[in-house]
């Protein structure tokens, strides 16, 4: 366990690279994404939670929570069930070979399609755990580490009376709203766009094991043929 913040937050142990690899290798199959994206995110095992789990992360880098899935459900079927650790707090998947070269950041909703961004070649992609968090983070990181243009990814869901183009569409509008905010603050101006898989698609990594090269020239045009590659 690690103190953080005055909580005790779990931190799995460091296993070998070689079991770590592991792990990342049959992440990787279970979820249809490279073992090598997984590897960047620093995806290990929490004995403590019987979960694959990867660090969530303050603007700055540090580690303020764990988000964890469960792989295979108990029938050997793959699982969406997904918690963090306790003592955690909702931050945002920062690679560990993060590359922000020219200003532009990919925003992605959860550890997964963070993961399939980073299939597809992109470097300069930050993930949060949801649709609706991250928000404040995202601005201190947009400020910290000086971005100009963003673009993010938003889930394509059924849409709901609260939100009648889906809750991952609502989302993304929310942080495009806010980062505008954070331009007027400090008069650097940050230009959001919002774009979705294609039609038939919930999300980033239903568009990825589709069709990757579809999805990697829509999301390099957005950002204007930012594609800083593996």
Known sequence: RHKQGGRWLIVPEQYSHEAERELCRRAGEVLGVEARALESLDMRWCPAMKMAVVPMKSY??????????????????????????????????????????????????????TAAALSLGFR??????????????????????????????????????EAPDGVGMKGAQELAASLADCSVETGRKIAARIVQPAEGLKDLRDWYRADPDAARQALAAELGGSAALF
């Open 124 to 161: 300069n992609v930050v993930g949060r755990s949801s649709c609706r968090t991250g928000v404040q983070l995202l601005r201190l990181f947009c400020r910290h580490r000086r971005i100009d243009a963003v673009t993010i990814v938003a889930d394509r869901d059924k849409p709901t009376a």
């Open 60 to 113: 700055d880098g540090t580690v303020i929570g764990m988000n964890g899935r469960h792989l295979l459900d108990k029938d050997g079927r793959p699982s969406s069930a997904k918690m963090n650790a306790a003592g955690s707090v909702d931050g945002l998947f920062l690679p560990l070979d993060l590359d922000l070269y020219d200003g532009r950041l990919l925003v992605c909703e959860g550890a997964s399609d």
